[in-house]
């Protein structure tokens, strides 16, 4: 992967600076350290930052067609990529570089904007047609790769980074109220929301199509499709062996590079099957990485270590203290251009630096199989939906009808308690806008999308579009590794595996109660068993209350700055501080909302990128 960034007139005749472009390559080459080029067009201009893996001397961007009508950058990779250039060489097309994302020139001649639906993938694109005077901007199907644009000056900017896009002159810093109560009610935010005003997050699965003159076009090319009917049941082997095999062919697909890859064990299921895939099928040797909590009930350095001696990796491991994690924090805050509401980012990135340290430039992960086995505890507890309708308010009942299209279906949190807290929270100026950027105004996803869906499938739809692709994907992820010139990459999203599973009967990801039921299946005899029998266990870092306890966290608490930017009452902060300090507290996990650390990561945000609201 690599970062990109440029700018198209959409109304203005100005020819595109060349410097401007520049200093917006300057603030992402953390995720490009190995070249820069630029590439000026008639009222269009495109950078590239490249962190280099296949066809190291030749394979720089932006790359063109023969004709030099059709310029490409592209950040990602794009895994079926042989089968498509042995394709378009047999169609006439000659290719100037051995690397992989050369093919999207030529299914773009062959195909205009269609070609996406032929990548098998993670990429963002930007693509100018000088002949049309178009210009693409592409987001891969599930919303690995970012890119976000915003509008300024009669031109459309965009780049890997809102960092990039503000060192174009006149973009303007304000914070977006909006992401910060997305913050408060669902897993992160949720594209096309920013934490900056006016700059957009391209949906997963999404193209902007702009040409001068015109309305952009905001197209969904693909969305992940769930059928309200179960499929024809072809038994528990056929989906087990199914699985394995497609299982087996991502997991290739994303080991082709000309540099090392590595892989994470986190001696979780989900990593530990790619680890011992890997191991069984694959190589006989690779680099693997894994992050120690230092905290004595957050530990899993026993599962780490029964995969790393199963696989017999050389392997690199970095214990993660809370020092370490309150002093990367600031840093964190810089690369994931968000607040967040965990601290595990941190562990995230300081895992990232780890890799950094290593021969390997990339790493797979275990990303992606909780939203579509069934992994989280949600899906469990859509068991006992009955149990729980007699107890919802009416109240309750309309907010989950206008936000997930069921009046009973919960997700995560009792709505309007929670709003409560939150109305306590926000201080006096900002609850009286509330209306203006409430988080539960409109539902953040396609509801027609989800109707007469079965709970688990629901579930799984909303997971993907509210937690995986702008949270685990996006700030926790692709920011954490890129923040240290390392590319993530996640077999469990490849999409023949996700047209496999989607299709599948949902009996067989959640079996009564127990988890991710077929994956283990298809995992047995490969990976442990120990691992495999093994029940959940959320990756958490230390909470807010540790940080409170040790030093107060003054620095981003204190009642000057609380004021300064007046988002937050600050008499309720100081409560919270005070109930934080008791030694007998302590928030559960990944249950409970850490509403210090949104605070405080809030008023990080606006500190970094003087932001005003």
């Keep these: ?35 820069s080029r630029t590439l000026m067009l008639d009222g269009a201009a495109l950078g590239f930052d490249r962190l280099s893996f296949i066809d190291l001397d030749g394979g720089m961007q932006p790359l063109q067609n023969e004709r030099k009508t059709v310029s490409m950058i592209c950040n990602g990779e794009i895994f079926n990529f042989q089968e498509l250039r042995d394709e378009l060489t047999a169609k006439g097309h000659i290719f100037a570089t051995k690397t992989d994302v050369e093919v999207i020139v030529h299914l773009y001649e062959e195909h205009g ?51 990039a896009i503000l060192e174009y002159p006149g973009v303007k810093r304000r914070l977006n109220l909006k992401a910060v109560d997305q913050l408060m009610n ?29 309305e952009v076009q905001n197209r969904e090319y693909w969305d992940l499709i769930y059928s309200a009917e179960e499929e024809e049941d072809k038994g528990e082997a056929y989906y087990a062996e199914t699985l394995r095999e497609l299982l087996r062919n991502a997991i290739s697909r994303r080991l082709v590079a000309d540099v090392p890859i590595g892989f994470y064990i986190s001696g979780g299921l989900d990593s530990s099957v790619v680890a011992c895939f890997i191991s069984k099928y ?92 069934c992994g989280y505890v949600g899906y469990a507890l859509d068991l006992f939906r009955n149990m729980q309708k007699g107890r ?26 929670i709003r409560k807290i939150h109305m306590q929270l926000y201080s006096k100026d900002v609850r009286g806008e509330i209306d203006q950027f409430s988080a539960f105004a409109s539902s953040p996803i396609r509801v027609d999308r989800v109707k007469g869906l079965s709970s688990q499938r629901r579930r799984s739809y909303i997971d993907w579009k509210l937690r995986l ?15 240290h010139s390392v590319e993530g990459r996640h077999p469990f999203l490849d999409r023949e595996v996700l047209d496999f599973v989607t299709k599948m009967p949902d009996k067989y990801k959640l079996n009564g109660t127990n988890e991710k039921y077929i994956l283990k299946k298809a995992a047995a005899g490969i990976v442990p068993d120990e691992v495999l029998k093994r029940k ?27 004021k300064k930017y007046g988002i937050f009452d600050v008499d309720y902060v100081n409560m919270l501080k005070q109930m934080y300090q008791k030694e007998d507290f302590k928030l559960m996990g990944a249950y409970e909302i850490d ?18 609201i």
């Design 186 to 214: 669902f897993p992160g935010i949720v594209s096309p929301v920013t934490f900056f005003d006016g700059i957009y997050s391209l949906e997963g699965g999404h193209m902007l199509l702009v040409r001068p003159g015109q």
């Design 282 to 373: 694959l190589l006989n040797g690779c680099y693997s990485f894994s992050a120690e909590i230092s905290s004595a009930d957050l530990d899993e350095s026993r599962f780490q270590k029964m995969i790393r001696d199963s696989v017999g990796s050389q392997h690199y491991s970095v214990k993660v203290a809370e020092e370490e994690i309150w002093a990367s924090l600031p840093s964190v805050i810089y690369h994931a251009e968000a607040a967040v509401k965990e601290s595990y980012d941190a562990a995230a990135f300081l895992l990232s630096k780890l890799v950094s340290q290593s021969p390997a430039k990339a790493v797979l992960t275990g990303q992606g199989s909780d939203e579509f086995f």
């Design 469 to 483: 692709s702008d949270h685990l994907l996006g700030e926790h992820g692709d920011r954490m590794f890129f923040s």
């Design 536 to 562: 959940k266990f959320p990756f958490q870092a230390p909470g807010m209350s540790a940080l409170v306890k040790r030093s107060g966290g003054e620095d981003f608490l204190n009642d000057a700055l609380l």
């Design 113 to 163: 904007p269609d070609f996406v639906n032929r990548l098998n993938g993670q990429f963002a694109i930007a693509l100018y047609d000088a002949e049309l005077r178009q210009m693409l901007l592409i987001r891969d199907h599930i919303g690995i790769c970012p890119l976000f644009y915003t509008f300024t000056d009669g031109r459309i900017i965009f780049a890997s980074e809102i960092k």
């Design 1 to 35: 992967m690599c970062g990109i960034c440029g700018f198209m007139n959409i109304s203005s005749g100005e020819r595109p600076q060349e410097a401007v472009v520049q200093n917006m390559l300057r603030v992402i080459r953390h995720r490009g350290p190995d070249g």
């Design 392 to 417: 919802m308010s009416a109240e309750e009942c309309e907010i989950n009808e206008r936000l997930w299209g069921d009046p009973y279906f919960r997700y995560e949190r009792i709505h309007p308690e």
């Design 595 to 612: 509403y210090l650390l949104i605070v405080m990561t809030v008023t990080m945000l606006c500190e970094r990128f003087s932001l005003t």
